[in-house]
């Protein structure tokens, strides 16, 4: 009989997490199951390297995107790695969005099983991520956003936190070097994304699929308000790549560097400093989704 994991954050989203687990054992009902709740930040990542080790065929990853990220997290390293699903219960799922994973517990919970896509994994200097990158003044606020204003107030609360850091439009000066290429730009923020899901929307970096092979990164050059304004319109639009104040550009390898203290936002997180050294697992983890 083939086994699996579930790991589960009970504090997810709207805490829904655990009802969903009957349902989950239904879909997997050719599977030995075993069902791992984490307690704290870590967890996720401690549970996903025991399945590699015990050769599970497939871990299902349950909650939010730092859920997703810590488990990813505690796959990439290993030579062995199971199958990977995902029910997604945070605010933002960028990561299910990429792969045309429902949002809805059933919808999610149906597509295990069926067609799956082996994903390109980021690498920044010791850890892993799934969807994107940001660094800045942006970035930095938008880290800020508190758990419990995410759960009220879902993507609202980054707006209204990006728009208050627009509004200070503070700019660092950045060093980028892309597969040996060099540059310098002054920013509000820098993105490199793995999928075309960044904060929720599929409009940033559109041509990035989650199997190319690619690091796909996004310089803001200036700071205004109104280039922000401006940019927000594109984004809707599906335009901001093309941008005159958006330098887009892709690499195998990134190098980035500007002033130290500076805090990275992480698949939604903040966490690591600069510089920040990129590279990429391509289609390193085999996931249940769609590219
Ligand atoms: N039992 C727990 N209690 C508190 N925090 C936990 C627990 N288990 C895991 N965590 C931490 O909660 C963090 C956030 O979890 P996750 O991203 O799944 O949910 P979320 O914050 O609701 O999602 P989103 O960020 O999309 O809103 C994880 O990175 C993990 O470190």
Same mark, same amino acid.
């Given at each position: 009989m083939e086994k699996a994991m579930i790991i589960i954050n009970? !504090?997810? +989203?709207?805490? =829904?997490? !655990?009802?969903?687990i009957e349902q989950l054992k239904k879909q997997l009902a050719h599977y030995e199951v075993t069902v791992c709740e984490t307690q704290k930040e870590g967890d996720a990542t401690d549970f996903a390297k025991e399945a590699c080790k015990q050769q599970l065929d497939l871990v299902v990853l349950v909650g939010g995107d730092g859920t997703v990220h810590e488990g990813i997290n505690g796959l990439a390293e290993q030579t062995y790695r199971p199958k990977v699903g995902v029910v997604p219960l945070g605010t933002v799922n960028d990561f299910a969005r990429a792969l045309s994973i429902p949002l809805d517990v059933e919808g999610a919970i149906a597509c295990i099983g069926g067609p799956s896509v082996e994903v390109d994994i980021g690498k920044l200097n010791g850890r892993y991520f799934t969807n994107v990158v940001a660094i800045g003044s942006l970035p930095d606020s938008v880290g800020n956003v508190s758990s419990e204003q995410k759960s009220m107030l879902g993507s609202l609360a980054y707006a209204w936190e990006g728009t208050k850091a627009a509004f200070q439009h503070e700019t660092y000066s950045f060093d980028i070097d892309a597969d040996g290429q060099q540059f310098s730009e002054e920013s509000l923020l820098v993105l490199v994304a793995? !999928?075309?899901? *960044?904060g929720g929307m599929s !409009?940033?970096?559109? =041509?990035?699929? *989650? @199997? $190319? +092979?690619y690091l796909h990164g996004f310089v803001v050059r200036s700071g205004s308000v109104l280039t922000i304004a401006k940019l927000m319109t594109k984004i809707a639009a599906g335009t901001?790549? $093309? @941008?005159?104040d958006v330098h887009a550009f892709r690499a195998h390898q990134m190098t980035i560097n500007g002033p130290s203290g500076i805090q990275l936002n992480v698949d939604g997180d903040m966490m690591e400093h600069l510089p920040a050294h990129f590279s990429i697992l391509p289609k390193h983890i085999t996931v249940y989704g769609k590219r």
């Amino acid at each position: 009989m083939e086994k699996a994991m579930i790991i589960i954050n009970p !504090t997810s +989203g709207k805490e =829904q997490g !655990t009802s969903c687990i009957e349902q989950l054992k239904k879909q997997l009902a050719h599977y030995e199951v075993t069902v791992c709740e984490t307690q704290k930040e870590g967890d996720a990542t401690d549970f996903a390297k025991e399945a590699c080790k015990q050769q599970l065929d497939l871990v299902v990853l349950v909650g939010g995107d730092g859920t997703v990220h810590e488990g990813i997290n505690g796959l990439a390293e290993q030579t062995y790695r199971p199958k990977v699903g995902v029910v997604p219960l945070g605010t933002v799922n960028d990561f299910a969005r990429a792969l045309s994973i429902p949002l809805d517990v059933e919808g999610a919970i149906a597509c295990i099983g069926g067609p799956s896509v082996e994903v390109d994994i980021g690498k920044l200097n010791g850890r892993y991520f799934t969807n994107v990158v940001a660094i800045g003044s942006l970035p930095d606020s938008v880290g800020n956003v508190s758990s419990e204003q995410k759960s009220m107030l879902g993507s609202l609360a980054y707006a209204w936190e990006g728009t208050k850091a627009a509004f200070q439009h503070e700019t660092y000066s950045f060093d980028i070097d892309a597969d040996g290429q060099q540059f310098s730009e002054e920013s509000l923020l820098v993105l490199v994304a793995l !999928t075309n899901s *960044v904060g929720g929307m599929s !409009t940033i970096a559109d =041509q990035a699929a *989650v @199997d $190319d +092979g690619y690091l796909h990164g996004f310089v803001v050059r200036s700071g205004s308000v109104l280039t922000i304004a401006k940019l927000m319109t594109k984004i809707a639009a599906g335009t901001f790549r $093309d @941008d005159k104040d958006v330098h887009a550009f892709r690499a195998h390898q990134m190098t980035i560097n500007g002033p130290s203290g500076i805090q990275l936002n992480v698949d939604g997180d903040m966490m690591e400093h600069l510089p920040a050294h990129f590279s990429i697992l391509p289609k390193h983890i085999t996931v249940y989704g769609k590219r």
